[in-house]
C-alpha cells in the first residue's frame, strides 16, 4: 500500500504539498509505474486529479489545472502534488494510486480541508 502525508487544514488561497511514497518493496521497480491522484469529496465520486507518467508526462483535471503540480522523484520512490491558490472545492480526501501493467496500487488517502 502507498502512502500519502501532508493533507491538513488550509485558509483559501493557501497552499499544500502532498506525498506519495511506496515504502519497502512494493514498486520494485518505481520508475516503471504511471502515479495518479485521486480525491473524494464527500457525497461525490472519486476523480482523477492529476498524473504523471514513468516519462513525466503531465495531466491535469480541468479543475485544478495551472494551480496544481506534480512531480516525481523515482531515487526516493516518491511522488508529490503542489496544490497552490487552494479553494474549499478542493475540500477532499486525495489518494494516490499507481499502475503498471496489470498491477495497481492505492494508498489510504490524507484529508485536505480549505476553509476560513
Known amino acids: 500500500r502507498l502512502v500519502e502525508s501532508g493533507g491538513g487544514l488550509v485558509q483559501p488561497g493557501g497552499s499544500l504539498r502532498l506525498s506519495c511514497k511506496a515504502p519497502?518493496?512494493?514498486?520494485?521497480?518505481?520508475?516503471?509505474?504511471?502515479i495518479e491522484w485521486h480525491r473524494q469529496a464527500p457525497g461525490k465520486q472519486r476523480e482523477l486529479a492529476a498524473s504523471i507518467t514513468y516519462r513525466g508526462e503531465r495531466n491535469f483535471a480541468d479543475a485544478v489545472k495551472g494551480r496544481f503540480t506534480i512531480s516525481r522523484d523515482n531515487s526516493r520512490k516518491t511522488v508529490y502534488l503542489q496544490m497552490n491558490s487552494l479553494n474549499p472545492e478542493d475540500s477532499a480526501v486525495y489518494y494516490c494510486?499507481?499502475?503498471?501493467?496489470?498491477?495497481?496500487?492505492w494508498g489510504q488517502g490524507t484529508q485536505v480541508t480549505v476553509s476560513s
Open positions: 519497502g518493496t512494493i514498486l520494485s521497480v518505481f520508475n516503471q509505474y504511471i
Open positions: 494510486r499507481a499502475t503498471s501493467g496489470s498491477a495497481e496500487y
